[in-house]
């Protein structure tokens, strides 16, 4: 018996030990598109659950088309809770693993599931006793919408607790340099869920129902291959209960390191209902017009997002071992990778936009005024990896003032007032044109703070100083 603990101890240690030597040896090129494809395609998947839905529910009308963007705005809720401890805890463990503290990494794994499980439920409870006026502030804009969304919503709303741990484990797993295993699960719920959207919603005749119901039946299955990853060992951590955290410390760390992705997700959430507010003047027409295109630039965000996260476990190992010029050279090569893809996707999307729209709106007027407010944003997609990049830097660093600051400018600082501002303008076109001003002010915020931390960098390689938990744009 104790031969085999012992055992099985060393074979913890010496995957630990490869891991180690994995991220703090590989040549950085290739260790980035190593992880960050793989996590880029985890972004893209989830972004697909959205689509594949608009698509066969636009077959319904375009009510039921406007129904499934009110609900994004809840699941852009539930994957805020799932991001900030996922993201949180996930930082944490980067930089833990860098130090070779295992036990206390496997304390950070646990906890952070356990609350994103007790989070989901206060979610799932909360959400089906006011499932009436969530449904209505989320924007619908007729009887017709609210009863779609609220017959979609109950579904995700009992996925909740699931889809919380989901965004952990896949959180976990990517930062401890296991993006492939994470992959795994996005991408069979992913698949499953186009299989069973026109089964439930065309064969059925299920409806919206059929719809909602794919959605749960993939992320159930997602959570379960997830978790099998952790339960086989195939992760560098473990989810145990015994290894929950009694002390109050560290959830104040995990919560508050996450914090800057709750800011991001919860703003996302907060945008899609100002811009369904909006837009429902306009008519359900439009709504489901601007829901689409909302859609389609969240694959392209997922792009930069995916690619990005990939390189969180990067930066956390190398800094955490006080390899600067890896740091540095991971950050460089990540930005220039991401914006050529991003590049590359914009041109592609701004020829193929009138197509695209044709594929789920049928109104002529609905398919112009999606056609315009897409290719609009085409226009800054190339910049969003800069200030996407500059607040995950600060966030992994521990830097969680400038963390939050950044995450919430392209949304906070600047979507918001574009979208309640612009539309008195310019009417219409001010809603169409909202995202690409904020995008184009996000990125040159993002500037100075990315040169600061550059020029950081620059002085910890020469000193070989230690490393300090917080990083100021002042220093």
């Given at each position: 018996m104790e031969?085999?603990?012992?055992?099985?101890?060393l074979?913890?240690?010496?995957?630990?030990?490869?891991?180690y030597?994995?991220?703090?040896?590989?040549?950085?090129?290739?260790?980035?598109?190593?992880?960050?494809?793989?996590?880029?395609?985890?972004?893209?998947?989830?972004?697909?659950?959205n689509?594949a839905d608009?698509?066969f529910v636009?077959?319904?009308?375009?009510?039921?088309?406007?129904a499934?963007?009110?609900?994004?705005?809840?699941?852009?809720?539930?994957?805020a809770?799932?991001?900030?401890?996922?993201?949180?805890?996930?930082?944490?463990i980067?930089?833990?693993?860098?130090?070779r503290a295992?036990?206390e990494?496997?304390?950070v794994s646990?906890?952070?599931?356990f609350?994103?499980?007790?989070?989901g439920m206060?979610?799932?409870?909360?959400g089906?006793?006011?499932?009436?006026?969530?449904m209505?502030?989320?924007?619908?804009s007729?009887e017709a919408v609210?009863?779609?969304?609220?017959?979609?919503?109950?579904?995700?709303?009992?996925?909740?607790p699931?889809?919380c741990?989901?965004f952990v484990?896949?959180?976990l797993?990517?930062?401890?340099?296991?993006?492939?295993?994470?992959?795994?699960?996005?991408?069979?719920g992913?698949?499953v869920n186009?299989?069973?959207?026109?089964l439930?919603?065309?064969?059925?005749?299920?409806?919206?129902?059929?719809?909602?119901?794919?959605?749960?039946l993939?992320?159930?299955l997602s959570?379960f291959?997830?978790?099998?990853m952790f339960?086989?060992?195939r992760?560098?951590t473990?989810?145990?209960?015994r290894?929950?955290?009694?002390?109050?410390?560290?959830?104040r760390?995990?919560?508050?390191?996450?914090f800057?992705?709750?800011?991001?997700?919860v703003?996302a959430?907060?945008?899609?209902?100002l811009?369904?507010?909006?837009?429902?003047s306009y008519?359900?027409?439009a709504?489901?017009?601007?829901?689409?295109v909302?859609?389609?630039f969240?694959?392209?965000?997922?792009?930069a997002?995916?690619?990005g996260q990939?390189?969180q476990p990067v930066f956390?190992?190398n800094?955490?071992?006080?390899?600067?010029?890896?740091?540095r050279?991971?950050?460089?090569?990540?930005?220039a990778f991401s914006?050529?893809?991003?590049?590359?996707?914009?041109?592609?999307?701004a020829?193929?936009?009138p197509?695209i729209?044709?594929?789920?709106?049928?109104?002529?007027?609905s398919?112009a005024?999606?056609t315009?407010a897409?290719?609009?944003?085409?226009i800054?997609m190339?910049?969003?990896?800069?200030?996407?990049?500059?607040g995950l830097?600060y966030q992994?660093?521990g830097?969680?003032?400038?963390?939050?600051l950044?995450?919430?400018?392209r949304?906070?600082l600047?979507?918001?007032?574009a979208?309640l501002?612009?539309p008195?303008?310019?009417d219409?076109?001010?809603?169409?044109?909202?995202q690409?001003?904020?995008?184009?002010?996000?990125?040159?915020f993002a500037?100075?703070?990315?040169?600061?931390f550059l020029r950081?960098?620059?002085?910890?390689?020469?000193?070989n100083?230690p490393v300090?938990?917080?990083?100021?744009?002042?220093?």
């Amino acid at each position: 018996m104790e031969q085999s603990v012992h055992a099985e101890k060393l074979s913890e240690e010496e995957r630990e030990r490869r891991q180690y030597q994995k991220m703090t040896k590989t040549p950085i090129p290739r260790l980035v598109v190593t992880l960050g494809i793989p996590t880029m395609l985890n972004m893209m998947v989830s972004s697909l659950y959205n689509l594949a839905d608009t698509y066969f529910v636009s077959g319904l009308g375009e009510d039921a088309t406007g129904a499934v963007n009110v609900v994004l705005s809840l699941m852009s809720l539930i994957q805020a809770i799932g991001f900030t401890f996922g993201m949180g805890g996930g930082s944490i463990i980067s930089r833990l693993l860098g130090k070779r503290a295992q036990k206390e990494a496997d304390e950070v794994s646990s906890s952070a599931f356990f609350a994103a499980f007790t989070a989901g439920m206060v979610i799932l409870i909360l959400g089906l006793i006011f499932l009436t006026p969530l449904m209505w502030l989320l924007g619908s804009s007729s009887e017709a919408v609210l009863m779609n969304a609220k017959r979609y919503s109950r579904y995700i709303l009992l996925a909740a607790p699931f889809m919380c741990m989901s965004f952990v484990m896949n959180n976990l797993l990517r930062s401890q340099g296991r993006a492939f295993l994470s992959m795994i699960g996005l991408v069979t719920g992913a698949v499953v869920n186009v299989a069973l959207d026109p089964l439930f919603i065309i064969v059925l005749n299920m409806g919206i129902d059929g719809a909602a119901l794919a959605t749960f039946l993939s992320q159930m299955l997602s959570f379960f291959i997830l978790l099998f990853m952790f339960l086989s060992g195939r992760s560098i951590t473990s989810l145990r209960v015994r290894n929950i955290s009694r002390r109050w410390r560290t959830y104040r760390e995990i919560v508050s390191t996450g914090f800057p992705s709750f800011c991001r997700q919860v703003l996302a959430s907060l945008c899609t209902v100002l811009l369904n507010w909006a837009v429902k003047s306009y008519g359900d027409g439009a709504l489901a017009a601007m829901g689409v295109v909302q859609k389609v630039f969240m694959f392209a965000f997922s792009i930069a997002l995916g690619v990005g996260q990939g390189y969180q476990p990067v930066f956390g190992y190398n800094y955490s071992a006080r390899f600067f010029g890896r740091v540095r050279s991971a950050y460089l090569f990540t930005l220039a990778f991401s914006t050529s893809l991003m590049t590359i996707f914009a041109i592609a999307c701004a020829v193929a936009t009138p197509a695209i729209m044709r594929e789920f709106l049928e109104s002529p007027d609905s398919i112009a005024i999606g056609t315009l407010a897409l290719r609009l944003q085409c226009i800054c997609m190339p910049l969003l990896p800069l200030n996407f990049m500059a607040g995950l830097t600060y966030q992994v660093v521990g830097n969680k003032a400038l963390a939050a600051l950044l995450s919430c400018s392209r949304q906070g600082l600047f979507y918001v007032p574009a979208i309640l501002i612009l539309p008195l303008a310019a009417d219409l076109l001010g809603v169409q044109c909202a995202q690409s001003v904020s995008d184009f002010l996000a990125f040159l915020f993002a500037i100075p703070f990315t040169v600061a931390f550059l020029r950081r960098l620059r002085r910890l390689e020469k000193e070989n100083c230690p490393v300090s938990e917080n990083v100021s744009v002042n220093e």
